[in-house]
């Protein structure tokens, strides 16, 4: 298996709302990561885990809550986000944190509307 | 401050033409920069590295430290080719952070 799966795959949530985004891997891969996407723009990071462990937050507000239960699963709890927050939500793992392979395997992502 | 900058946001070419596509960096230390390429209704995946020196689907890229540069070229573009390429910078070793470029589409024209 060499793909990154994220579920679900389209998500609308009202401004109140608690729900979550799932990724999975098992690659073996020890280093995941979630983005976020505008439409026509770049990915921006905003977590990377490295052995399980937060190794960054990219002052992300506290309205967005990662969480990596084992080495294989990767989480994103979402509570009372606000419209700006709709965007298309990418995963991605690598063998390690980059390095020199920089090589990022991604999700196809989870498009979140916020209403 | 680490940067990436693509100048063009299209480009079109006809098929056999070459295609340059233009990657600029801002960075303190040693770079390490990627191409990623997006095709239509495809997840984001890496095309080639640096380091690696090697060329993928006929695409190359060289880094040119001087003019702090990472063009992607090939010499003769493809329809298949169409799709968003993005030019990205590892933020320092085991930092496990990338930086992204604002991407180009590239259009091949039959």
């Known amino acids: 298996d060499t793909e990154v799966t994220q579920t679900p795959k389209h998500l609308v949530m009202g401004m109140t709302n608690k729900k979550s985004l799932k990724c999975e891997q098992h690659?073996?891969?020890?280093?995941m990561y979630w983005y976020k996407q505008k439409a026509k723009k770049p990915p921006e990071l905003m977590f990377v885990?490295?052995?399980?462990?937060?190794?960054i937050n990219e002052s992300v507000p506290s309205r967005f809550s990662p969480e990596c239960p084992n080495s294989s699963l990767l989480n994103l709890h979402l509570h009372a986000l606000q419209p700006e927050d709709s965007a298309l939500y990418l995963c991605?793992?690598?063998?390690?944190?980059?390095?020199?392979?920089?090589?990022?395997?991604f999700g196809e992502g989870s498009r979140l509307t916020v209403l | 401050a680490q940067r990436v900058t693509q100048p063009e946001k299209l480009l079109s070419v006809f098929k056999g033409a070459p295609v340059e596509l233009k990657c600029n960096y801002s960075?303190?230390?040693?770079?390490?920069l990627f191409w990623y390429v997006q095709y239509s209704r495809q997840r984001l995946q890496l095309l080639l590295r640096?380091?690696s020196r090697e060329s993928i689907k006929g695409f190359t890229a060289d880094l040119n430290k001087g003019e702090t540069s990472f063009h992607l070229k090939k010499p003769f573009a493809q329809e298949e080719d169409s799709a968003m390429y993005y030019c990205?910078?590892?933020?320092?070793?085991?930092?496990?952070?990338?930086?992204f470029g604002q991407g180009t589409t590239l259009q091949v024209k039959p």
């Open positions: 991605a793992s690598s063998r390690t944190v980059l390095g020199n392979t920089g090589e990022l395997f």
């Open positions: 690659m073996g891969h020890r280093a």
């Open positions: 885990y490295s052995y399980e462990k937060l190794s």
């Open positions: 960075y303190s230390g040693s770079p390490e």
């Open positions: 640096h380091i």
């Open positions: 990205a910078l590892s933020g320092g070793s085991n930092t496990g952070k990338l930086i």
